[in-house]
């Protein structure tokens, strides 16, 4: 969904040529490998993470073209590769309303192409970054995302999982990739350190809000229109609307909780309804709107100029959603 920023022509074509640098990086040797890879690369996704990037690096100027989309592309390889293995573990189907790559390909190969792409993402790593200190940040950053997935598996089906445990888990697996998408711009565009540490927040306030307005849209949506319906309630990932459900109503809602991995259709649509029921949803909604607020408010520090202000758009349409 590149047409996410067709209102923003710039940054459109930046994304288009990130993807056309991501499609000669994927080639292997093998045919059917390599235009399931360029697929992928290029299906859906709103490229948020690549488009932060550039609109940071935008507000200065350090480093050539040619290196930003590269960096850009860099950041978006390390979150389809996360993807990959997110499907081979969930054993997803579909991601988009497209085969995934396991489906494609089997596990055994997806998870080898998974690989692959992490090797790319650090030959673009070492073709832009050597040298400087953001090789060392992303190695703390892929560490993060992948503690944030050891930590949300590690409360699979706990059924006393706090908020702070959720916020966690989200903040590494979700928040950290938006985190330094926007680090790495204010770095490369040469933006002062108290620049670079309100990138650092904005991203992870931006990260954060994002994932629970997902959060809410599991349970808030018309249902019928989802596939597969919560399955990550069945896979014993406990959410924040749940959590709060949860505090309100431990008596109706645990024992859902205790028999996850057993729900039904039907209970899973008597789950959405007691959560809404509780309220979880609109407390759930206050928090999101609070980091957004956050994120807002960090943006109008930022340097004057076209990229803040795309940059507050930009920020205010991705976190609006329909309830």
Request: proline residues 2%; charged residues 25%; glycine residues 6%.
């Amino acid at each position: 969904m590149i047409q996410f920023w067709k209102e923003f022509r710039e940054i459109e074509s930046l994304l288009e040529q990130v993807q056309s640098e991501m499609k000669s990086r994927l080639y292997i040797n093998n045919n059917e490998i390599s235009a399931a890879l360029q697929d992928f690369s290029t299906r859906g996704g709103k490229m948020v993470r690549p488009a932060l990037f550039f609109l940071f690096a935008g507000m200065g100027e350090t480093v050539t073209l040619q290196d930003k989309v590269k960096i850009a592309s860099s950041i978006e390889l390390l979150h389809l590769a996360t993807l990959i293995h997110d499907d081979i573990i969930d054993d997803s189907p579909t991601r988009r309303n497209l085969p995934t790559l396991q489906k494609q390909l089997g596990k055994d190969t997806a998870v080898y192409a998974g690989d692959f792409v992490y090797t790319v993402y650090f030959e673009l790593l070492t073709e832009t970054m050597n040298g400087t200190a953001l090789l060392s940040q992303n190695a703390k950053s892929m560490k993060k995302v992948l503690m944030g997935e050891l930590i949300q598996k590690d409360l699979a089906y706990n059924t006393d999982v706090k908020i702070y445990d959720y916020l966690r888990a989200i903040s590494g697996k979700t928040a950290e990739l938006l985190c330094m998408s926007c680090y790495q711009g204010a770095y490369f565009g040469g933006l002062n350190r108290s620049s670079q540490k309100l990138a650092r927040r904005i991203g992870r306030n931006v990260g954060l809000a994002f994932q629970i307005y997902d959060d809410i849209l599991n349970f808030s949506v018309d249902l019928k229109n989802e596939k597969p319906i919560l399955s990550d309630v069945q896979q014993g990932i406990f959410t924040l609307p749940l959590i709060l459900a949860r505090d309100h109503s431990p008596e109706k809602i645990i024992p859902y909780l205790q028999r996850a991995s057993f729900l039904k259709l039907t209970d899973l649509y008597h789950l959405a309804e007691l959560v809404k029921k509780t309220g979880a949803l609109e407390n759930a909604l206050k928090l999101a709107e609070r980091l957004t607020s956050k994120a807002l408010e960090d943006i109008s520090h930022l340097p004057n100029g076209t990229n803040k202000n795309i940059l507050i758009e930009a920020t205010q349409k991705l976190l609006k959603r329909d309830y």
